[in-house]
Nanobody, 121 residues
């Protein structure tokens, strides 16, 4: 059974940093990973994605220069380093796994349960 488990969320002041982790198990071969987020009353949106081989990454414009996605294949874990956090980054962050043959911001079939990130002003 495929499982994605996020961790690392919490409460942080504006300008601070958090590092999210997503540990994957049972994934079929050849999947890339990504992060999405959803704030109350808003649709879930793409944040960052990384290819299966970690050769490329893609970010939504609002987080470019502040967030960095990375993946450790040996540990089956994807990370999201979030710096210079803003109140508008407040959301539940979800890990997602997708086929490497679809665009970087595509929605894959496997989701984690989410981790809450709250940024105060």
């Amino acid at each position: 059974q495929v499982q994605l488990v996020e961790s690392g969320g919490g409460l942080v002041q504006a300008g601070g940093s958090l590092r999210l982790s997503c540990a994957a198990s049972g994934l079929p071969s050849g999947y890339g990973m990504g992060w999405f987020r959803q704030a109350p009353g808003k649709e879930r949106e793409f944040v960052a994605g990384i290819s299966y081989s970690s050769s490329s990454a893609y970010y939504v414009d609002s987080v470019k220069g502040r967030f960095t996605i990375s993946k450790d294949n040996a540990k089956n874990t994807v990370y999201l380093q979030m710096n210079s956090l803003k109140p508008e980054d407040t959301a539940v962050y979800y890990c997602n796994a997708r086929s490497r043959y679809v665009p970087m911001d595509s929605i894959g079939p496997y989701w984690g349960q989410g981790t809450q990130v709250t940024v105060s002003s």
